[in-house]
DNA sequence: GCCCAGGTGGGTA
DNA sequence: TACCCACATGGG
């Protein structure tokens, strides 16, 4: 018997504590970083929200005014910039298409449409889609990523590593739909896996208390938290 | 020099 | 549906 879901949320929460997420002046910052920040450290994508925000053009109307390559100059240090000014040029026009660039109005739309919508944009994909729900547009979806399949295949929760959908069902059905709890959630698992995944650790079959979790592809084994 | 990071879209079988 | 691959900078 493996353990609960939220079981290892407080764990996760006991060993390190609230991560208050997601880093942003404002909702459509927000929205860029999800974008920038795809298969890219954090770290780049400040440089870029920085260079963005500099050139003063980090509003929807900003980004759609500019030219694409002069986009994908001031993006550069998040990598992938071509692809990325797309993306973003993309959902700028989203957004004004829509609705006229007012994010609150985009908030009052139920979740399961927004969902639909933002999936048919261009460089949205399901993980982007639900961190712009959760974090910039404040609706109860719990963000699946790369680490959080492995992690909790890992722990014995699953037992293989699934689809996306398959995943978040199995959190939103776990625990009651609360923004700050998926928000703190998916933080403290991105939080573990950059912070303490980083003791690589050989994989010890016969340590039966040993929690592991593989980091990223060469599937690497570190500890989790153990802060009784 | 190698590996990895808060993924997604397009092509192929 | 399930794989593969391209996309790219910057830090450990």
């Given at each position: 018997?493996?353990?609960?879901?939220?079981?290892?949320?407080?764990?996760?929460?006991r060993?390190?504590?609230?991560?208050?997420?997601?880093?942003?002046?404002?909702?459509?910052?927000?929205?860029?970083?999800?974008?920038?920040?795809?298969?890219?450290?954090?770290?780049?994508?400040?440089k870029?929200?920085?260079?963005?925000?500099?050139?003063?053009?980090?509003?929807?109307?900003?980004?759609?005014?500019?030219?694409?390559?002069?986009?994908?100059?001031?993006?550069?240090?998040?990598?992938?910039?071509?692809?990325?000014?797309?993306?973003?040029?993309?959902?700028?026009?989203?957004?004004?298409?829509?609705?006229?660039?007012?994010?609150?109005?985009?908030?009052?739309?139920?979740?399961?449409?927004?969902?639909?919508?933002?999936?048919?944009?261009?460089?949205?994909?399901?993980?982007?889609?639900?961190?712009?729900?959760?974090?910039?547009?404040?609706?109860?979806v719990?963000?699946?990523?790369?680490?959080?399949?492995?992690?909790?295949?890992?722990?014995?929760?699953?037992?293989?590593?699934?689809?996306?959908?398959?995943?978040?069902?199995?959190?939103?059905?776990?625990?009651?739909?609360?923004?700050a709890?998926?928000?703190?959630?998916?933080?403290?698992?991105?939080?573990?896996?950059?912070?303490v995944?980083?003791?690589?650790?050989?994989?010890?079959?016969?340590?039966?208390?040993l929690?592991i979790?593989?980091?990223?592809?060469?599937?690497?084994?570190?500890?989790?938290?153990?802060?009784?």
């Amino acid at each position: 018997m493996s353990e609960s879901i939220l079981d290892i949320y407080k764990r996760l929460y006991r060993a390190y504590g609230p991560q208050c997420w997601w880093p942003a002046d404002g909702p459509f910052e927000m929205m860029v970083g999800a974008i920038l920040t795809q298969n890219t450290a954090w770290r780049n994508v400040e440089k870029a929200i920085e260079n963005l925000k500099v050139a003063g053009v980090l509003c929807p109307e900003g980004l759609r005014d500019l030219l694409e390559p002069d986009l994908a100059r001031l993006i550069y240090p998040s990598g992938y910039y071509n692809v990325k000014a797309k993306k973003l040029k993309a959902f700028a026009r989203y957004v004004g298409d829509t609705y006229q660039d007012d994010l609150d109005v985009m908030a009052s739309v139920p979740l399961s449409v927004l969902r639909d919508e933002l999936l048919t944009v261009y460089g949205i994909g399901e993980e982007t889609a639900d961190d712009i729900l959760l974090y910039a547009l404040s609706k109860p979806v719990f963000v699946v990523d790369a680490f959080t399949k492995r992690l909790f295949y890992r722990l014995g929760v699953t037992n293989k590593i699934g689809k996306y959908r398959e995943y978040q069902g199995l959190f939103e059905r776990s625990l009651s739909p609360s923004v700050a709890l998926f928000g703190e959630y998916h933080a403290l698992i991105v939080h573990h896996t950059k912070h303490v995944c980083r003791k690589i650790q050989p994989l010890c079959g016969s340590c039966s208390l040993l929690r592991i979790c593989p980091l990223g592809r060469r599937n690497v084994m570190c500890e989790t938290p153990d802060f009784e």
